[in-house]
């Protein structure tokens, strides 16, 4: 694993990782409408591949079209950051994949059924890939094995994930357990499960969408885990259905819907979600003063510098959508909540994605550095 060159410097890198997991927490349910409440009415949609890998009533997912958003107009401030900061960064890309950037069509990040398991990946691309070279970039001893009749490879030592070439323009990364899971889900499938409608939304265009699925057993062995500062937040675990997702594209629409079977449960929700929105906004004010100190520390490099002030613009954004969320009942024992932040689905990428390139080791010139002496002979 790459080391994290800023981690010696201060709480940035917690800062980013308390983000993302704000932004997944506020992944809220959009409703299907008339659609979504008559199971007869919903029309069949072929799901692209990697999406069609999520079980519509597993965990949950995120779905990134990577290619459209890379190539976009609010896109292109961080296009040519990469291209002055590092520019063997798309060439490296093209050199490990065979492809370059822009050829990566769909990131789809996809939960696993256990809350100790890995998360799995899975890359669609616009041209075939290199397979060759996809399995080197992530394994080095590895060998050749089946995973339900698919071509997969593993670490020898049988560390590490499993990589499997399931088409020549898909690719998944998973550990076995979640991988046979994953493969496994399509012959049980039927298309009504509690993500079923938003999956079928994240088939269209929309570049980025996001579902949760809280009555899986993933967030019912999570909301166990639950530090002190989330504990309020543990109500909405008993919610069944309970459904939070989020769709970005030229804002950020998030909305939630929790059904309970009994009033006191949604009682102690409601309370709850009040209450860890308010913490919540305490919390994003914290992490802008974090990322602005590490932003005017003077070892922060140039490219860093600008993924932190990303990061602030967007925190801001995101308070002052929960500022004016809205958390109601619907009846005695259900719950939804909306919140629109004003950023568009490249800002939310870049701000949540900018701590990864910011952990990039930095580039190393071949050009002799003048302020070195040289070694005497």
């Given at each position: 694993?790459?080391?994290?060159?800023?981690?010696?410097?201060?709480?940035?890198p917690g800062?980013?990782?308390?983000?993302?997991?704000?932004?997944a927490?506020?992944?809220?349910?959009?409703?299907?409408g008339?659609?979504?409440?008559?199971?007869?009415?919903?029309?069949?949609?072929?799901?692209?591949?990697?999406?069609?890998?999520?079980?519509?009533?597993g965990?949950?997912?995120?779905?990134?079209?990577?290619?459209?958003?890379?190539?976009?107009d609010?896109a292109?401030?961080?296009?040519?950051?990469?291209?002055?900061?590092k520019?063997?960064f798309?060439?490296?890309?093209?050199?490990?994949?065979g492809k370059?950037?822009?050829?990566?069509?769909?990131?789809?990040?996809?939960?696993?059924?256990?809350?100790?398991?890995?998360?799995g990946?899975?890359?669609?691309?616009?041209?075939?890939?290199?397979?060759?070279?996809?399995v080197q970039?992530?394994l080095?001893?590895?060998?050749?094995?089946?995973?339900?009749?698919?071509?997969?490879y593993?670490?020898?030592?049988?560390?590490?994930?499993?990589?499997?070439?399931?088409?020549?323009?898909?690719?998944?990364?998973?550990?076995?357990?979640?991988?046979?899971?994953l493969?496994?889900?399509?012959?049980?499938?039927?298309?009504?499960?509690?993500?079923?409608?938003?999956?079928?939304?994240?088939?269209?265009?929309?570049?980025?969408?996001?579902?949760?699925?809280?009555?899986?057993?993933f967030?019912?062995?999570?909301?166990?885990?639950?530090?002190?500062?989330?504990?309020?937040?543990?109500p909405?675990?008993?919610?069944?259905?309970?459904?939070?997702?989020?769709?970005a594209n030229?804002?950020?629409?998030?909305e939630?819907r929790?059904?309970?079977?009994e009033?006191?449960?949604?009682d102690?929700?409601?309370a709850?979600?009040?209450?860890?929105?308010?913490?919540?906004r305490?919390?994003?004010a914290?992490?802008?003063?974090?990322?602005?100190?590490?932003?005017?520390?003077?070892d922060?490099?140039?490219?860093?510098?600008?993924?932190?002030?990303?990061?602030?613009?967007?925190?801001?954004?995101v308070d002052?959508?929960?500022a004016?969320?809205?958390?109601k009942?619907?009846?005695?024992?259900e719950?939804?909540g909306?919140?629109?932040?004003?950023?568009?689905?490249?800002?939310?990428?870049?701000?949540?994605?900018?701590?990864?390139?910011?952990?990039?080791?930095?580039?190393?010139?071949?050009?002799?550095?003048?302020?070195?002496?040289?070694?005497?002979?």
């Amino acid at each position: 694993m790459t080391p994290n060159p800023l981690a010696k410097r201060g709480p940035l890198p917690g800062a980013l990782l308390f983000t993302t997991a704000l932004l997944a927490c506020f992944c809220w349910q959009v409703r299907a409408g008339a659609v979504e409440d008559n199971p007869k009415a919903r029309p069949k949609t072929k799901l692209p591949p990697g999406l069609n890998l999520v079980a519509d009533a597993g965990a949950g997912f995120v779905t990134i079209r990577v290619a459209d958003i890379f190539q976009s107009d609010a896109a292109k401030e961080v296009r040519m950051q990469l291209a002055k900061a590092k520019p063997k960064f798309l060439e490296m890309f093209t050199e490990h994949f065979g492809k370059d950037f822009a050829q990566l069509e769909r990131l789809t990040i996809i939960f696993p059924a256990r809350v100790n398991d890995q998360p799995g990946f899975a890359l669609t691309t616009a041209k075939p890939l290199a397979q060759g070279k996809v399995v080197q970039t992530f394994l080095r001893n590895f060998e050749e094995k089946k995973v339900h009749g698919k071509t997969c490879y593993a670490q020898k030592d049988g560390k590490g994930p499993v990589i499997c070439l399931v088409t020549d323009r898909l690719f998944v990364i998973a550990s076995q357990p979640h991988l046979e899971q994953l493969f496994t889900r399509n012959s049980t499938g039927d298309g009504r499960g509690p993500l079923a409608a938003i999956l079928r939304l994240a088939a269209d265009k929309p570049p980025v969408v996001a579902g949760l699925n809280f009555a899986a057993p993933f967030f019912q062995e999570a909301a166990k885990r639950l530090r002190e500062e989330q504990a309020s937040l543990r109500p909405m675990f008993a919610a069944k259905p309970g459904l939070l997702t989020v769709v970005a594209n030229s804002q950020i629409r998030v909305e939630l819907r929790l059904s309970f079977a009994e009033k006191d449960q949604a009682d102690e929700a409601e309370a709850g979600l009040k209450a860890w929105l308010k913490h919540a906004r305490t919390a994003f004010a914290t992490g802008r003063k974090d990322m602005a100190r590490m932003a005017n520390r003077k070892d922060t490099d140039p490219l860093s510098r600008w993924f932190l002030q990303q990061g602030q613009d967007f925190l801001k954004k995101v308070d002052t959508g929960i500022a004016s969320s809205s958390v109601k009942r619907q009846g005695a024992k259900e719950i939804t909540g909306s919140m629109t932040i004003e950023a568009n689905a490249a800002e939310a990428v870049i701000a949540v994605g900018g701590g990864l390139v910011v952990a990039m080791p930095a580039e190393k010139s071949s050009r002799p550095n003048p302020d070195k002496p040289r070694e005497k002979r």
